[in-house]
């Protein structure tokens, strides 16, 4: 027979990496018990109530199990029993939530004591559980700070081929981008952000290698200062900064793109 399992007071949390990430594919777990369930379901013709899963595998509040495959996102079959040498196993499901008590049954835990064993178990879990946390603190990092209010101030005009001159420039192994090894769509956004701003720099400087008149100039390397220290503020708030529309250039006849870019109300009082 097949033993339904109940899932505990916490909700399935599928984490990053998954039991057969961290533990592989071989050997036998220890599990606390309260992992199995402990319904009983009573015949309907006789009323007789068989034992439940808890207790016809487990013993001292510990079960074994060895985990066979994953069945669908977050759940897993598992053959368990009461004793590690899984005499008298049967199959039933486990999810990633139980299975976060799981260690293996080796010499650290052999010879060891019941209540030491689960108190090891729970241990272990609660320091599996901040992993996320601390995951997602890493993560914080390439993901946007609170929206800080922009100013549009200039906008710059280039073309197709400046664009991807400088990409090209600014392409590296950390964002290529494969069918098997995709860059994470933050650091997608922030590298493209960073090429919009290189651009503008690029024609800015080349805006101010060509000018002739002092007011001219003067005003081109205040720009071209204004998009390098929005290009250092972007580095750390990663909010897009730049803004990108296509225009058509009737003298040229070519498609060009019309570079916006928003400053930080602080940058332009220091500006």
């Known amino acids: 027979m097949t033993h339904q399992i109940s899932l505990d007071d916490h909700q399935c949390t599928l984490q990053t990496p998954s039991f057969f990430d961290w533990f592989g594919r071989q050997g036998v777990c220890v599990l606390p018990y309260e992992v199995l369930d402990d319904t009983t379901l009573p015949d309907p013709k006789t009323g007789d109530k068989p034992p439940s899963a808890r207790q016809c595998f487990s013993e001292h509040g510990l079960c074994y199990a060895h985990v066979i495959s994953s069945c669908a996102p977050g759940l897993y079959q598992a053959t368990v029993a009461a004793t590690p040498d899984m005499a008298g196993a049967d199959r039933v499901v486990l999810t990633e939530e139980h299975l976060r008590y799981a260690l293996a049954w080796d010499v650290r835990l052999q010879g060891r004591c019941p209540s030491h064993i689960r108190r090891i178990l729970f241990a272990c879990a609660q320091s599996r559980r901040r992993k996320p946390e601390a995951t997602a603190e890493r993560m914080n990092r390439l993901t946007p700070v609170p929206v800080v209010p922009l100013v549009a101030t200039e906008t710059v ?3 197709t081929a400046d664009l991807q001159e400088v990409f090209d420039d600014g392409l590296s192994g950390t964002y290529q981008t494969h069918d098997k090894h995709r860059a994470a769509k933050p650091a997608l956004v922030f590298f493209v952000q960073q090429g919009l701003l290189r651009a503008m720099l690029a024609a800015l400087r080349q805006q101010l290698a060509q000018a002739r008149e002092h007011a001219e ?17 972007h580095c750390q708030s990663r909010q897009r900064v730049v803004n990108v529309a296509p225009g058509w250039c009737a003298t040229r006849r070519r498609l060009v793109w019309h570079l916006t870019l928003g400053v930080p109300e602080a940058l332009l009082a220091t500006a």
């Not at 100039?217 to 503020?233: E, S, Y």
């Open 217 to 233: 100039v003067r005003r081109l390397q205040m720009c071209c200062g204004l998009v390098a220290q929005v290009k250092d503020w």
């Open 157 to 159: 005009v280039v073309s």
